[in-house]
């Protein structure tokens, strides 16, 4: 196979062929394994960038104990427990929330940064069909949209993202939930 | 802007350089700016104690869960919860477990070719249940037996999962000869009920 050349920064090059002395392997092999990989992506529709940020929250979610489960038992499992645990059920998920909140901030340097916060709530609740966090003056607002949503369900995982925020740093400062859809806003404390 | 001091030639296959031009036309980007992006994306992989293959082929299997609509839910909220619902409705509970393994059973089978669907379907279980410590399937006899270990899971939550992997196995023609549970433990054997046309 045909060898050719290809430029890159320095003081990456000289990283990778650190790590791959301390692999045992070389630079050429690493470099192509790299590459490689990044055209499979480009190849599914995705962006290694991307792929990346997830593997980092996901790796987040293992170490933070949490499962995957199918939705449909999730539902049944939700409902079901409200009607016993009533109110009792919010504080567990507030807690839920505030756990992962900081984990999340403890774990992050820039915990602060609203992409990154995005990108990790996005990847923790990838079945909500669309999450989003926007900063408008001096506030952040949170907005949650999923129609298969119950109301039960909505409100729960408001009180969850809220959780989440709160150990962050944020404090809620309105709050409209309805079925499927969340609106909060956020004012740094 | 980069200076000529600061890059470094290296060396890389042909057919690979040939692919990058095309995608860096595409996308309307250098190739030394692509190049730089990629290694920087690599580097910080293997900062996470993995490279980019290992974390394109989890992401395609996390991309299966998402698209057969598997959420993430802390383990401790997921306890709470079935400890209370099995008290009152063990039976509901149970049944939903298993339907719903026997609907991931007929997914699994239709994405996945006959012939790997065992090996498949546990590497599946390894990657994709990580709270899993311990998951294995062997064919022995004429029987396949199936070991899992959650150290994590109430007796509650265990039960629960045991119904969800027998779901799975029946839908694909095995039947249950032999199921055992314990907190945080599941032994189960099954053979194949009939023969596929």
């Known amino acids: 196979m045909g060898r050719k050349f290809l430029a890159a920064r320095e003081e990456l090059v000289k990283r990778l062929r650190n790590l791959a002395k301390n692999r045992n392997t070389t630079l050429y092999g690493l470099t192509n394994q790299a590459l490689e990989q990044v055209l499979l992506a480009e190849d599914l529709g995705e962006e290694l960038p991307e792929i990346i940020a997830n593997h980092r929250v996901i790796k987040m979610a293992k170490e933070n104990r949490s499962v995957l489960i199918p939705e449909r038992v999730w539902h049944l499992v939700l409902e079901k427990t409200s009607e016993q645990a009533g109110d009792s059920l919010k504080k567990v998920f507030y807690d839920s929330g505030r756990w992962y909140g900081k984990y999340f901030s403890t774990l992050r340097l820039k915990a602060s940064s609203l992409p990154e916060i995005k990108s990790f709530l996005g990847t923790i609740f990838w079945n909500i069909s669309n999450l989003d966090l926007i900063e408008e003056s001096n506030k952040i607002i949170l907005k949650l949209i999923e129609p298969n949503f119950t109301l039960l369900h909505t409100q729960l995982s408001s009180t969850m993202l809220e959780g989440i925020m709160h150990s962050i740093g944020y404090a809620t400062q309105e709050r409209k939930i309805t079925k499927g859809l969340v609106l909060l806003t956020f004012a740094n404390e | ?197």
């Open chain 2, 1 to 197: 802007m980069s200076s000529r001091k600061d890059k470094r030639l290296i060396l890389v296959r042909n057919d690979l350089l040939q692919e990058i031009i095309k995608v860096t036309a595409r996308e309307g980007k250098t190739v030394f700016a692509f190049t730089n992006e990629v290694f920087e994306q690599a580097l910080e992989a293997y900062q996470m104690q993995t490279n980019p293959a290992e974390i394109l082929q989890f992401y395609i299997i996390m991309k299966l869960e998402k698209d057969r609509g598997i959420c993430i839910i802390p383990i401790d909220l997921l306890n709470y919860m079935i400890q209370k619902l099995y008290m009152i409705e063990k039976e509901d509970l149970l049944q939903k477990w298993y339907d719903s393994g026997s609907w991931y059973g007929k997914y699994l089978s239709v994405k996945i070719e006959k012939e790997n669907w065992l090996q498949i379907f546990e590497k599946q279980i390894k990657k994709s249940a990580w709270n899993i410590t311990d998951f294995s399937i062997v064919e022995r006899e004429k029987s396949i037996h199936l070991r899992c270990i959650c150290p994590y899971f109430t007796k509650e939550s265990t039960e629960a999962f045991m119904k969800f992997l027998e779901g799975i196995m029946h839908s694909s023609n095995y039947e249950t000869i032999k199921n055992e549970c314990l907190r945080g433990m599941i032994l189960l054997k099954f053979k194949k009920w009939k023969q596929e046309e």
